[in-house]
């Protein structure tokens, strides 16, 4: 029978986790350095850890040389030439190691404008409007960073930590601005675009009045007389005098 024996540990993480072969497990290694003891009573012990929050914590948070604290149960083996595993329950990050430095002599990318959309994003996320029921205690942790860098770049990563209702909040709104992106028409051609307050008047100034009117100026005082009754002549067509009856006409 296999012995499992409670225990907790504090050393350094040895290697990086990685995820195990089931989904939300972890396994990396630490290394065990009691007070005072030398190099070589240091032990290698393999860690696995099937809590979820224990294994993203592992995967996100923590990076070799990190010193924690793990609590667990250590798996003896059955037989001599077996090994130990230790069962980890819980973990705390100590002390964090600084941040590992990039080989030297390595062209670097310029990722500014993808750091920036990261960083709006989760401010974005975290300053999203919700509504949340009274007592209602965050269960969904989204992770954003990122991607295809060697080494950690753990400035650029966010965790934001929201409730089951603010994540069904989130989903629909989402929905919504894929429906409204899908019923919007095809832009095609050209449009003229929006005028600012300072391009008003210039508009008004390249307008050419007398091209517009076809040539007539009916507001000149010496031209009204002779404009009214030609205009509502093409207008009305011949009308009646006034003060003329049936018999006059």
């Not at 190099?39 to 290698?44: G, H, M, V």
């Not at 980890?88 to 600084?98: G, Q, S």
């Not at 990122?146 to 629909?172: E, K, S």
């Given at each position: 029978m296999i012995e499992r024996i409670p225990i907790a540990l504090t050393g350094y993480q040895d290697t990086a986790a990685t995820p195990g072969a089931d989904v939300d497990t972890a396994a990396w290694r630490i290394i065990s350095s009691p007070a005072d003891c030398e190099a070589a009573d240091e032990a290698i012990i393999p860690c696995t850890t099937s809590h979820p929050d224990v294994a993203r914590k592992l995967l996100t948070e923590c990076q070799p040389s990190d010193l924690l604290r793990v609590t667990g149960h250590l798996t003896l083996p059955g037989t001599a030439d077996g090994?130990?595993?230790?069962?980890?329950?819980?973990?705390?990050?100590?002390?964090?190691?600084?941040?590992?430095?990039?080989?030297?002599?390595?062209?670097?990318?310029?990722?500014?404008?993808?750091?920036?959309?990261?960083?709006?994003?989760?401010?974005?996320?975290?300053?999203?409007?919700?509504?949340?029921?009274?007592?209602?205690?965050p269960d969904v942790r989204i992770n954003i960073g990122p991607i295809g860098l060697h080494g950690l770049d753990v400035t650029n990563c966010h965790n934001i930590d929201i409730t089951t209702t603010h994540t069904h909040q989130l989903t629909n709104a989402v929905a919504a601005m894929h429906a409204t992106l899908n019923s919007s028409p095809p832009h095609t051609g050209t449009s003229l675009g929006p005028l600012s307050p300072a391009d008003i008047p210039g508009f008004f100034d390249d307008l050419d009045l007398t091209e517009l009117t076809g040539g007539i100026?009916?507001?000149?005082?010496?031209?009204?007389?002779?404009?009214?009754?030609?205009?509502?002549?093409?207008?009305?067509?011949?009308s009646p005098v006034a003060g003329a009856d049936d018999s006059d006409r």
């Amino acid at each position: 029978m296999i012995e499992r024996i409670p225990i907790a540990l504090t050393g350094y993480q040895d290697t990086a986790a990685t995820p195990g072969a089931d989904v939300d497990t972890a396994a990396w290694r630490i290394i065990s350095s009691p007070a005072d003891c030398e190099a070589a009573d240091e032990a290698i012990i393999p860690c696995t850890t099937s809590h979820p929050d224990v294994a993203r914590k592992l995967l996100t948070e923590c990076q070799p040389s990190d010193l924690l604290r793990v609590t667990g149960h250590l798996t003896l083996p059955g037989t001599a030439d077996g090994g130990i595993r230790l069962d980890v329950d819980t973990v705390e990050i100590l002390w964090e190691a600084p941040l590992q430095e990039q080989p030297p002599n390595r062209p670097t990318d310029d990722h500014t404008d993808r750091d920036r959309a990261i960083q709006a994003l989760a401010e974005a996320l975290t300053g999203l409007p919700c509504t949340t029921t009274a007592g209602e205690q965050p269960d969904v942790r989204i992770n954003i960073g990122p991607i295809g860098l060697h080494g950690l770049d753990v400035t650029n990563c966010h965790n934001i930590d929201i409730t089951t209702t603010h994540t069904h909040q989130l989903t629909n709104a989402v929905a919504a601005m894929h429906a409204t992106l899908n019923s919007s028409p095809p832009h095609t051609g050209t449009s003229l675009g929006p005028l600012s307050p300072a391009d008003i008047p210039g508009f008004f100034d390249d307008l050419d009045l007398t091209e517009l009117t076809g040539g007539i100026d009916a507001n000149r005082p010496e031209k009204k007389g002779a404009t009214a009754p030609r205009a509502s002549h093409d207008l009305l067509g011949n009308s009646p005098v006034a003060g003329a009856d049936d018999s006059d006409r």
